[in-house]
């Protein structure tokens, strides 16, 4: 079992940059497909990006493409999420997920993974 801590989230103004953590403890990354999510008051959780760790392919919705990445770092076992081009309306709480080696690619909804992570809030002012 995967445990998953998220970190970097501030207040940030418009159109800056922000990387988010998303730091695997308990087992490593092998095999994994991590997901990230984001949740604004009162709006249903959306899928913004997501990674096979293994491969190392990634899928983004056309809502985040162009704007968001998903950059690793094998050494520490961690995936970010770089936001680039901030806009007010990527205000939210941002998850990170995680599903172990599943049967189909990509996973883009919420149900669709196991471990989630505490959720780091992002706030962009105009």
């Known amino acids: 079992q995967v445990q998953l801590v998220e970190s970097g989230g501030g207040l940030v103004q418009a159109g800056g940059s922000l990387r988010l953590s998303c730091a695997a403890s308990?087992?490593?990354?092998?095999?994994?497909?991590i997901g990230w999510f984001r949740q604004a008051p009162g709006k249903e959780r959306e899928f913004v990006a997501t990674m096979g760790w293994s491969g190392g392919r990634t899928y983004y919705p056309d809502s985040t493409k162009g704007r968001f990445t998903i950059p690793r770092d094998n050494a520490k076992n961690t995936v970010y999420l770089q936001i680039n081009s901030l806009k007010p309306e990527d205000t939210a709480v941002y998850y990170c997920a995680a599903k172990f080696s599943p049967p189909y690619w990509p996973l883009a909804t919420a149900h669709e993974y196991d471990y989630w992570g505490q959720g780091t809030q992002v706030t962009v002012s105009s």
């Open positions: 308990g087992r490593t990354f092998s095999s994994y497909v």
